[in-house]
């Protein structure tokens, strides 16, 4: 989003500064994704000790995928599910993923039990949160079976995996685990865990590997493929979901079809804060200042801690030449969120629209600091740069501050701008990446 200013020196003709909105994604708190996990992770018993998951429902047969390891060897084995109840399943009827360690067990019930709804590990990157689900054998302490349900991070994503097992992460699971669900944020499966990496000095584990869902899903046509979130099919998932589905619509630039979904996510729950401020985002797209800032207010009426709305209520301000409420908004936004880079630039927006280099330019170095990739940071200091350009700054108290030789300002400004246009190009930003170009040019001429 660009805010112009009208009066720039000839050098920098036509350059507008960039403001960064701050969507909200949405994700299921600790307790709805156990809740969910409960339901579709199984306990097998038999030769072997293990987890499984329910990842499909035909009719009255139901699909459950576990690891290879824990059913391949001959006998009997029991599948129990969430309700206690308990099925048989000879070994003879157990199907082998090939190439992976991985297979398919199968039961057969007139229950309702719910189905893990399959996520797309491909959109996993390291530091991500996700979930691993399932029944640790009985130890020395504990006399018993135990459904265990624990968090931890993507540590890292393998390229060259053996067995499929290309998912590691910092969950210290137990045995009997292995073959149960790892769950994403939003209670999505992901992946199947499988194989624990000790520390060999101590013989603790330190890391897990689990095989992600895509690989599974590509060695079997009778299992529909996961989508990243769109607005198609979500309605059954409530208003998560079209809030979900907004995201992605305003990502592709279907500002309409986002407000859409999120007055159907408003209209199904009339108290989540995040949709309000994310159909305030696509209003703020459509340049519907007003109509924006009344989104969020109602967000923050509902959530004063979202610091997200206070950054995005001052960058509409600034867009109506409110300054100085919008600097009050990025103040709260701040304060609330001292790691908001976004907040920061665009409280350099604002100073630079009230003449306040120095304080913009400080802005524009923290955002910086806290998010290096943040390209508009860059062009937006270039853009202040190329405005102290042989120029004197009046300071507070009343005296001149003389600034740095015209010279040095333009090296400092060129110095930003490109690294503006790099970053732009990686982010697939052509159209502020040409700009940054434009402005060099302008500069070295």
């Given at each position: ?172 699971a137990a045995p009997g685990m292995s073959g149960g669900p790892v769950l994403n944020e939003n209670g999505y499966l992901v992946g199947i865990n499988g194989r624990a990496i000790p520390d060999l000095r101590t013989g603790t584990v330190t890391f897990v590997l689990g095989i992600g869902i895509n690989t599974f899903l590509a060695t079997n046509n009778t299992f ?203 982010q697939g930003n052509k159209f502020n990446y040409q700009r940054s170009l434009d402005m060099i040019n302008q500069l070295q001429h």
């Amino acid at each position: 989003m660009f805010f112009s200013f009208a009066q720039v020196p000839a050098v920098v003709m036509g350059v507008a500064l960039v403001g960064v909105f701050s969507p909200v994604a949405f994700a299921l708190s600790a307790p709805q994704v156990n809740a969910i996990a409960k339901e579709i992770t199984v306990r097998l018993s038999g030769k072997n000790n293990g987890s499984g998951v329910i990842i499909n429902r035909k009719g009255n047969t139901y699909d459950v995928l576990t690891n290879w390891h824990v059913v391949k060897e001959a006998g009997i084995y029991h599948i129990e599910v969430s309700d206690g109840k308990k099925y048989t399943v000879k070994s003879s009827q157990i199907k082998r993923v090939p190439g992976l360690d991985l297979a398919l067990l199968q039961f057969d019930s007139f229950k309702n039990y719910r189905v893990a709804e399959l996520g797309n590990n491909d959109a996993l990157t390291e530091g991500v949160q996700v979930y691993v689900a399932g029944w640790a054998e009985p130890g020395p302490l504990i006399s018993e079976a135990t459904y265990q349900f624990l968090n931890g991070q993507i540590s890292s994503l393998l390229r060259n995996p053996k067995d499929g097992y290309s998912l590691v992460y910092t969950i210290n699971a137990a045995p009997g685990m292995s073959g149960g669900p790892v769950l994403n944020e939003n209670g999505y499966l992901v992946g199947i865990n499988g194989r624990a990496i000790p520390d060999l000095r101590t013989g603790t584990v330190t890391f897990v590997l689990g095989i992600g869902i895509n690989t599974f899903l590509a060695t079997n046509n009778t299992f529909q493929k996961p989508q990243i979130i769109s607005a198609t099919a979500v309605e059954e998932r409530g208003a998560v979901d079209f809030l979900r589905g907004g995201l992605d619509k305003v990502a592709k630039g279907d500002f309409n079809g986002a407000i859409a979904l999120y007055d159907r996510a408003i209209s199904l729950n009339p108290n989540l804060a995040e949709a309000y401020n994310n159909r305030g985002l696509a209003r703020s797209k459509q340049q519907d200042f007003t109509g924006a800032i009344a989104d969020y207010d109602r967000a923050i009426s509902l959530n004063p801690n979202l610091a997200e709305a206070y950054n995005n209520r001052g960058l509409a301000r600034s867009k109506q030449q409110d300054f100085t409420g919008a600097i009050a908004d990025y103040d709260r936004a701040i304060s609330l969120n001292p790691n908001l880079a976004e907040a920061y630039n665009n409280r350099g927006l604002a100073r630079s629209g009230q003449k306040d280099f120095n304080g913009a330019i400080a802005d524009y170095d923290r955002a910086i600091s806290l998010n290096p990739n943040l390209a508009e940071a860059y062009a937006n200091r270039g853009f202040v740069h190329s405005q102290q350009i042989a120029q004197t700054l009046t300071v507070p108290n009343g005296a001149y501050l003389t600034v740095r030789s015209s010279l040095d300002i333009k090296s400092l400004a060129i110095a930003d701008f490109q690294k503006a246009a790099n970053l732009f190009l990686q982010q697939g930003n052509k159209f502020n990446y040409q700009r940054s170009l434009d402005m060099i040019n302008q500069l070295q001429h």
